[in-house]
Nanobody, 125 residues
């Protein structure tokens, strides 16, 4: 079992920066990829940025050049540095951890995905 807890959200102005954190605890050895997703009320959940096990990153077009995903290799905490925020970045941000599938051969890991409860980011003009 893995528990994810996001923090760092808040109320900011257009042009400000924020750094979101996602603290992972539990059987974190089962975590392969991690990522940040966001949901605007009334809209579908969308990916913001993802970090793979080989440290490759991908981000959605609307945040490229403004957001950086990273992970503390010791503590396993996932970060999302967001700069030059716009009102369109207003959303609840969720952290997701993808588990190693059984085919990966990591003992005790069964491909379970985990989600945090989210942190709200509000960007005001």
């Amino acid at each position: 079992q893995v528990k994810l807890v996001e923090s760092g959200g808040g109320f900011v102005q257009v042009g400000d920066s924020l750094r979101l954190s996602c603290a992972a605890s539990g059987d974190t050895r089962c975590i392969s990829k991690m990522g940040w997703y966001r949901q605007v009320p009334g809209k579908v959940l969308g990916v913001v940025a993802k970090l793979s096990t080989d440290s490759n990153t991908k981000s959605t077009e609307s945040v490229k050049g403004r957001c950086t995903i990273s992970r503390d290799s010791v503590k396993g905490t996932l970060f999302l540095q967001m700069n030059s925020l716009t009102s369109e970045d207003t959303a609840v941000y969720y952290c997701k951890a993808e588990g190693f599938p059984e085919s990966a051969g990591v003992e005790g890991c069964h491909g379970v995905d985990y989600w945090g409860k989210g942190t709200l980011v509000t960007v005001s003009a």
